[in-house]
């Protein structure tokens, strides 16, 4: 098993562009999640999904977009890049959610920078 | 809303010593909790899930413990070596909306 897989590694966008951040789980996961990480702080949670075709937001979800077509894929859409968007990037999967969730799997994480 | 917080920020200790990490959280109406370790520009690996049930969870040198009644849990890393220096991250889940919510981090070098 790959676990869960992020592409591209590293992304340099200049102010307006957009991009689609990819994340694939190979472990049948239904719930899938994106967070960023920005220096020294702690994950905070954009968007998630608890199966195919259902997202919702999460604590920070402005300028981002998300679709779940499938239940191994789960892209995070950046529209109209903006500085305050650099940040890493990670996806993470699990088997159940909420308070009785299963442990979080995370890739590798994805470093945006906007300029 | 869920608020996690991490003491110490910061810990730099030399090889050999047993230390203890710490996590608060806000909303005790959780069943369980999770340990990452993060590594400079990577990505987070999990290093222990505790349920309340359990009290405490051991993965050889290190065991974490949750006290939910407290709002505390703790990680505990015996015998500590230069590979273990990385960011310790404490998550537990709640915050109104599916997911995890993080503290920001102990980062710990570990002295040869």
């Known amino acids: 098993n790959a676990g869960v897989t992020q592409t591209p590694k590293f992304r340099i966008l200049k102010i307006g562009q957009s991009m689609t951040l990819q994340c694939t789980q190979d472990?049948?996961?239904?719930?899938m999640y994106w967070y960023r990480q920005d220096p020294g702080m702690g994950l905070k949670l954009i968007y998630y999904?608890?199966?195919?075709?259902?997202?919702d937001k999460g604590e920070v979800p402005n300028g981002y977009n998300v679709s779940r077509s499938t239940t191994e894929d789960f892209p995070l859409r950046l529209e109209l890049a903006a500085p305050s968007q650099t940040s890493v990037y990670f996806c993470?999967?699990?088997?159940?959610?909420?308070?009785?969730?299963?442990?979080?799997?995370f890739g590798p994480g994805t470093r945006l920078t906007v300029l | 809303k869920q608020e996690v917080t991490q003491i110490p920020a910061a810990l730099s200790v030399p090889e050999g010593e047993n230390l203890v990490l710490n996590c608060s959280f806000t909303?005790?109406?959780?069943?369980?909790l999770q340990w990452f370790r993060q590594d400079p520009g990577k990505g987070l690996t999990s290093l222990l899930l505790?349920?309340?049930?359990?009290r405490e969870q051991t993965s050889g040198r290190l065991n974490a413990s949750l006290d939910k009644s407290s709002g505390r849990s703790t990680l505990y890393i015996a015998a500590s070596q230069p590979g273990d220096s990385a960011t310790y991250l404490c998550?537990?889940?709640?915050?109104?909306?599916?997911?995890?919510?993080f503290g920001k981090g102990t980062h710990l070098i570990i002295q040869p």
């Open positions: 472990m049948n996961h239904n719930y």
């Open positions: 999904s608890v199966g195919a075709g259902i997202t």
């Open positions: 998550a537990a889940p709640g915050g109104g909306a599916d997911g995890l919510t």
């Open positions: 993470a999967s699990s088997s159940s959610s909420g308070r009785f969730y299963n442990e979080q799997f």
């Open positions: 505790i349920q309340s049930s359990q």
């Open positions: 909303d005790s109406a959780i069943y369980n």
